[in-house]
Nanobody, 128 residues
Framework: QVQLVESGGGLVQTGESLRLSCAFS????????MGWFRQAPGKEREFVAA????????DYTDSVKGRFTISRDNAKNTVTLQMNNLKPEDTAVYYC?????????????????????WGQGTQVTVPS
């Protein structure tokens, strides 16, 4: 069973940075694409960023392009989301997801139903 544990959330001011981490355990990390989603109060969970199993491809939602960077370390079984120039609209609970890549199917990183496992989330707050 895969376990995902997010960390690094907090309260920051507009323009500041945070680095979220997701620790993966229980299976072979490099057999999974990884993604970050977020959910603000009263809103649906939305895609933020994703990275393929080998780090060769990434995808971002338009609102974070140029500000957020997703990366992974397959030796340490971690995926990281570096968030710069944070804005109040980035306030949400951020979730890490794992998408099994071993079946060779196409990569659909923006669809939450593609992901097989989720972490418990970490809160990011940027006051307006």
């Amino acid at each position: 069973q895969v376990q995902l544990v997010e960390s690094g959330g907090g309260l920051v001011q507009t323009g500041e940075s945070l680095r979220l981490s997701c620790a993966f355990s229980g299976r072979t990390f490099n057999m999974y694409h990884m993604g970050w989603f977020r959910q603000a109060p009263g809103k649906e969970r939305e895609f933020v960023a994703a990275i393929t199993w080998n780090g060769g491809n990434t995808d971002y939602t338009d609102s974070v392009k140029g500000r957020f960077t997703i990366s992974r370390d397959n030796a340490k079984n971690t995926v990281t989301l570096q968030m710069n120039n944070l804005k109040p609209e980035d306030t949400a609970v951020y979730y890490c997801g794992a998408d099994w890549a071993g079946d060779g199917t196409s990569w659909y990183p923006t669809q939450s139903q593609s992901y097989d496992y989720w972490g418990q989330g970490t809160q990011v707050t940027v006051p307006s």
